[in-house]
């Protein structure tokens, strides 16, 4: 299960609106909890008891899940609010979700960065109603609800009104305007209406102690007739939650959603269409597009609204996690979509400034140290690839303080006195944060504090055990020791030695990918712990369910077999994709699966931390990516389509293989390319053919030796 949801969200966008099941992870759905195995079925329908805001995307035990604000159109007495009803005719598009109640009622939901605006066309009915639910959040699992703090709703007459709520330490500010020309405008409290009352206050709320309550609009509804929402969201306070609402709506009166959803369908356009591919199959060309669409959903940017520092600026919440997005959605967000992409990485160093260190993963919420088991210090890789390319908007001397600073934090103190942490895998983490940070101390000219840096960072070699050529036995989150033993490291020649040689580590890669073995046994129905361990011991590839191995196919280069990078690559992309229900591997995990697939399609993956691109044999037969100004060609000839294999090929489509490469025109004979050359833009033309060629075995990748 990927676990995405299909509601409407703007890209990169602070809100997204979708049907509310209660479902693990999103709050859409049929399924209960799991990360691992197939899913159990909580609903045996699609099924909704409202509209809520702010959900994750593709994340997998978060254990943060939203979806405030439930928006209920009803027919039924207010008794009745939190029964669900079944979904259908659901339409899902970029920016837009509808589907129609049980109850006959046609739900419309667009969103722009800041706002929601819903659109309900109702039956004929003397009471028909909508219930805004402000005490909603979190899902219908255990130990998966959220409960506000404290609230405070003010009904303002004329349809509007505005509430807070603090959930989780974050205070979240709604205002609403109604357009529903007769209706009544009421407050409610526990499923009852509060006749004649204007303000909700709420000092304490507890789980013991919470009841619902919010706001409702009601009146007979004529067959046909038509109701708007608008709702403007801030963490800032109402006010502002009323300049976002009138700076993407317009003012009161003026009905919104088409002008929003044009908007947001505008905005989209200009994102994914800053990467055009030709040829491929209909379904490959479906997979590729949503996976292009899954990568711009998260991290959410909004701008000047951190409730936590008090300065403008972008504030960037459900980085979920680095440890899924910084090898794969980062890099390509900083070749499509380059000024979120800063905005990002200047909200995490404002994040160690306000809040000690930079975060692994981060939510609308403080604790930037919540994902510290995953990752140690990831963020320097992507700032070091921002300065490699030079970004502006960055003060990189204040920023270096901040990289220096992190790397002393949580592990890295036992790492600074020993050279050597567990799990074992922050010590790769941490070698190869010391790095890249030396790579930017050095362009600083601060060649004293790069050269001790340098030095700490040739410790990753302490990771690994010379009589096995792996990892040392340790504790690992979510793998085992194979599963992380073929990160690209800054000296990958050094590694391969370390491994014995180059047949050595072919040797070991081949194994770990399963070639001339067994087919591998699928966990079942929530498996036990006993059937996971018993598949990490078998000590393969995970095939992209889970974020070790990601990079692992491309350590072929370094040995001098980019073919084989080709066939493991192929075969993930054919058969581990399609385009219905369970066409994604594992957890999207906030776009950083789906980056991988836009990647890998493209015949480019790059290396986070080092400036570059490993060249693949691609998808598609030509491909354009508008990288910052420059537009980077990818063309072939002697391209074969191959179908998607999970839509029903019942045969292995052999791999293609690059047979020789030209750059600009002129021969190309490593099987790599800076990320310069390609945010510079031009053009990559890849001879293509059905055997293996010699092409890359000689020239290999750089490494720090």
């Avoid at 391209?639 to 002129?666: C, F, K, M, W």
């Amino acid at each position: 299960m990927g676990n995405t949801h299909p509601g409407a969200t703007s890209p990169l966008g602070m809100v997204s609106a979708c049907a509310y099941s209660g479902a693990y992870p999103t709050g859409y759905g049929r399924y209960a909890k799991n990360t691992e195995g197939v899913p159990e079925e909580m609903f045996d329908r699609h099924q909704a008891s409202g509209f809520t805001h702010f959900q994750q995307s593709g994340t997998g035990a978060i254990r943060k899940y939203y979806n405030y604000v439930r928006v209920t159109p009803m027919v039924q007495p207010l008794d009745a609010l939190g029964e669900s009803w079944e979904l259908h005719d659901e339409v899902a598009e970029a920016g837009y979700y509808a589907a129609t109640l049980d109850t006959g009622v046609r739900c419309e939901i667009t969103v722009g960065p800041k706002t929601a605006v819903h659109r309900y066309t109702f039956p004929e009915h003397r009471s028909a109603r909508v219930v805004v639910d402000l005490s909603c959040g979190g899902l219908a699992i255990d130990l998966g609800r959220t409960v506000p703090l404290r609230a405070q709703v003010e009904s303002l007459g004329y349809g509007q009104a505005h509430g807070t709520v603090v959930m989780e330490g974050v205070p979240l500010s709604v205002y609403v305007q109604a357009e529903t020309p007769g209706w009544r405008q009421m407050l409610w409290y526990d499923r009852r209406l509060i006749d004649g009352g204007t303000r909700l206050d709420f000092d304490s709320i507890r789980h013991t102690t919470l009841r619902p309550f919010g706001m409702l609009f009601m009146g007979s509804a004529r067959a046909g007739q038509v109701v708007e929402i608008r709702m403007g969201f801030s963490l800032r306070g109402h006010e502002q939650a009323k300049q976002n609402l009138e700076r993407e709506c317009g003012r009161d009166g003026e009905p919104a959603f088409n002008v929003v959803r044009s908007r947001t369908r505008a905005r989209w356009r200009e994102h994914v269409g800053r990467v055009q591919v030709e040829g491929g199959t209909q379904a490959r060309r479906t997979v590729f597009g949503t996976a292009l669409y899954h990568s711009l959903i998260k991290p959410c940017v909004a701008d000047d609204e951190s409730p936590f520092w008090p300065t403008s600026g972008p504030y960037a919440f459900d980085v979920c996690t680095m440890w899924d997005i910084y090898k794969t959605q980062l890099p390509l967000l900083a070749a499509i979509a380059p000024d979120r992409h800063t905005d990002i990485l200047e909200s995490l160093i404002r994040v160690c400034e306000e809040e000690g260190n930079f975060p692994i993963g981060y939510r609308m919420a403080r604790g930037a140290d919540r994902f510290f088991r995953q990752a140690s210090s990831l963020a320097h890789t992507a700032l070091a690839d921002a300065h490699a390319l030079a970004r502006p908007g960055i003060d990189w001397s204040w920023a270096l303080v901040h990289m220096v600073d992190d790397l002393r934090r949580m592990y890295g103190e036992d790492f600074f006195e020993h050279g050597v942490v567990h799990p074992i895998t922050h010590t790769l983490d941490l070698a190869y944060a010391h790095h890249c940070t030396a790579r930017v101390a050095r362009s600083l000219n601060d060649r004293r504090l790069a050269d001790d840096l340098e030095r700490r960072g040739r410790q990753w070699v302490n990771a690994f055990d010379p009589a096995t050529g792996l990892l040392r036995d340790s504790e690992f989150y979510e793998g085992g020791k194979w599963n992380y033993s073929f990160r690209l490291v800054q000296d990958m020649a050094a590694r391969i030695g370390l491994a014995g040689g180059d047949a050595a580590f072919i040797g070991m890669l081949d194994r770990f990918f399963g070639y001339g073995a067994d087919p591998v046994k699928q966990p079942g129905r929530c498996p036990q712990p006993a059937e996971m361990a018993a598949g990490y011991a078998l000590h393969r590839f995970e095939g992209l369910n889970n974020e070790p191995d990601m990079e692992a196919p491309w350590s072929y280069h370094w040995a001098g077999r980019p073919d084989r990078t080709a066939e493991v690559v192929h075969a993930a992309l054919t058969w581990q994709f399609g385009t219905g229900p369970g066409g994604l591997p594992g957890n999207d995990d906030s776009g950083g699966l789906s980056s991988w697939y836009v990647w890998a399609s493209l015949g480019l993956f790059p290396v986070a931390g080092q400036n570059l691109f490993l060249i693949n044999a691609p998808a598609f037969g030509r491909a354009v990516l508008q990288a910052g100004d420059g537009e980077f060609v990818i063309e072939t000839s002697g391209h074969r389509e191959t179908p998607i294999g999970v839509d029903g090929l019942d045969r292995d489509p052999p791999a293609q293989y690059v047979q020789s490469a030209t750059l600009n025109g002129e021969a190309l004979h490593t099987t790599h390319l800076s990320a310069a050359e390609v945010h510079r833009g031009g053009r990559l033309h890849l001879k293509l053919g059905p055997e293996p060629s010699k092409w890359g075995q000689e020239l290999r990748p750089p490494s720090l030796t």
